[in-house]
Antibody, heavy 119, light 112 residues
Framework: VQLVQSGAEVKTSGASVKISCVAS????????LHWVRQAPGQGLEWMGV????????GHAQKFQDRLTMTRDTSTRTFYMELNSLTSADTAVYYC?????????????WGQGTLVTVSP | QSALAQPPSASGSPGQSVTISCTGT?????????VSWYQQHPGKAPKLIIF???KRPSGVPDRFAGSKSDNTASLTVSGLQAEDEADYYC????????????FGTGTKVTVL
């Protein structure tokens, strides 16, 4: 199982960022995919989850209006887009595949993508 | 959804044991047998070490053990080793629309 994320991004306040997560080594549509972020020196923060079989999503209420999760089954790629960025969104963003069943925890993680938002 | 409460730090000498608590509510820890624990070394992605309260993924040594009582889960690391020095996070499935998941505030474990 491997998840390879896109490279670091630098954005200005008010902009959007879209991060990709390319999956390999498993049957793409069989496993839910989470997005988790970690601000510098801070803890882990759950953002949302996608069921690649159909594309349904669930997300933390905090990101309800700004977060869009999508996938492209033809390229085995997940995407996470966050809008209306502020400096508080500066963080490392991770994609992570569940252990097994849909309600199982994230087990396989991408390498992380640093997003820096300047004022 | 509020983060699960963990002590900021814990420590122990090599060979000793350390226990970390994770306190939630009936809407998360107390309501589901889906507590997990992660180990994170600086600059690295988190690593799943416990799932479903007390199960270990393959490759995780049995020095790591999880438990739960009511709204509080615990992680015990026995026979502390230098490489166990890391940040530890609990997590749980939680009540909410469609799907909801929450992490703990994190605990820094220091091996003295």
């Amino acid at each position: 199982v491997q998840l390879v994320q896109s490279g670091a991004e630098v954005k200005t306040s008010g902009a959007s960022v879209k991060i990709s997560c390319v999956a390999s080594g498993f049957y793409f549509i069989s496993y839910h995919l989470h997005w988790v972020r970690q601000a510098p020196g801070q803890g882990l923060e759950w953002m949302g989850v996608m069921n690649p079989n159909g594309g349904s999503t669930g997300h933390a209420q905090k990101f309800q209006d700004r977060l869009t999760m999508t996938r492209d089954t033809s390229t085995r790629t997940f995407y996470m887009e966050l809008n209306s960025l502020t400096s508080a969104d500066t963080a490392v963003y991770y994609c992570a595949r569940v252990l097994g069943t849909p309600d199982s925890p994230p087990r396989f993680w991408g390498q992380g993508t640093l997003v820096t938002v300047s004022p | 959804q509020s983060a699960l409460a963990q002590p900021p730090s814990a420590s122990g000498s090599p060979g000793q044991s350390v226990t970390i608590s994770c306190t939630g509510t009936r809407s998360d820890v107390g309501g589901y047998n889906s507590v997990s624990w992660y180990q994170q070394h600086p600059g690295k992605a988190p690593k799943l070490i416990i799932f479903d309260v007390n199960k270990r993924p393959s490759g995780v040594p049995d020095r790591f053990a999880g438990s739960k009582s009511d709204n509080t889960a615990s992680l015990t690391v026995s026979g502390l080793q230098a490489e166990d020095e890391a940040d530890y996070y609990c997590s749980s499935y939680a009540d909410g629309n469609n799907y909801n998941f929450v992490f703990g505030t994190g605990t820094k474990v220091t091996v003295l």
